[in-house]
């Protein structure tokens, strides 16, 4: 069955340090990749998705991806994190060419930003 | 528009208990779907629908029903509620086909106790 991983479960972090989440997902195929965040009593949102072509793929608020097929990985990154970045981010795959409507979450990373 | 929306925000149930959790959405999506987020977990889909009279049972669809006669609107329906399923839920519509870009929205959710 598939999975994804995300292994950092709590992150803490002050203004203006570096951010990298890790996501590593079990399928050989197809894969389309999705990084979601949760703001505070906010539903989640998109912030960037990958399906094919440029493995580095840019969301909003200056967040980015790296799909790395070699290592089954899609790490979200930003460079200076800031304190309204605080949120549960998820990880999220599917699998094949057409839409399913189904999404498989990874287990989610809270990332608290200390002012 | 509204988007998906979900209603209670909040409910406290006894075991035992039935209640309908409502979705709706105004995208004229054709897919929806109930997933359930539990700490450490993320997010596990409980059933999905592709078109009005269509449904499906996802990852973890016991304890659970639904049914889908409008193409707006999604209700869950928990049939004897346990504490186990004490969880907050997630409802999410996309268009429907089309290729594996096709991004889902999230209603705000409901946050279920059950005693």
């Known amino acids: 069955a598939q999975s994804v991983s995300q292994h950092n479960h709590h992150v803490i972090l002050s203004e203006a340090a570096s951010l990298e989440l890790g996501c590593n997902y079990s399928?050989?195929?197809?894969?389309?990749l999705f990084w979601y965040v949760q703001y505070p009593g906010q539903h989640l949102q998109l912030l960037l998705k990958?399906?094919?072509?440029?493995?580095l793929v840019k969301g909003i608020k200056g967040f980015e991806a790296e799909f790395i097929k070699s290592k089954f990985s899609f790490n979200l990154r930003k460079p200076s994190v800031q304190w309204s970045d605080t949120a549960e981010y998820f990880c999220?795959?599917?699998?094949?060419?057409?839409?399913?409507?189904?999404?498989?979450f990874g287990q989610g990373t809270t990332l608290q930003v200390k002012p | 528009n509204a988007g998906v929306t979900q209603t209670p925000k909040f409910q406290v149930l006894k075991t035992g208990q039935s209640m309908t959790l409502q979705c709706a959405q105004d995208?004229?999506?054709?897919?929806m779907s109930w997933y359930r987020q539990d700490p450490g977990m993320g997010l596990r889909l409980i059933h999905y629908s592709v078109g009005a009279g269509i449904t499906d049972q996802g990852e973890v669809p016991n304890g659970y029903n639904v049914s889908r006669s409008t193409t707006e609107d999604f209700p869950l329906r928990l049939l004897s509620a346990a504490p186990s399923q004490t969880s907050v839920y997630f409802c999410?519509?996309?268009?429907?086909?089309?290729?594996?870009?096709?991004?889902?929205?999230f209603g705000p959710g409901t946050r279920l106790t059950v005693l």
């Open positions: 999410a519509s996309s268009y429907g086909g089309g290729s594996a870009q096709v991004e889902q929205f």
């Open positions: 999220a795959v599917t699998h094949g060419s057409s839409n399913t409507g189904k999404l498989i």
């Open positions: 399928y050989g195929g197809t894969v389309n």
């Open positions: 990958y399906f094919s072509g440029d493995p």
């Open positions: 995208m004229n999506h054709e897919y």
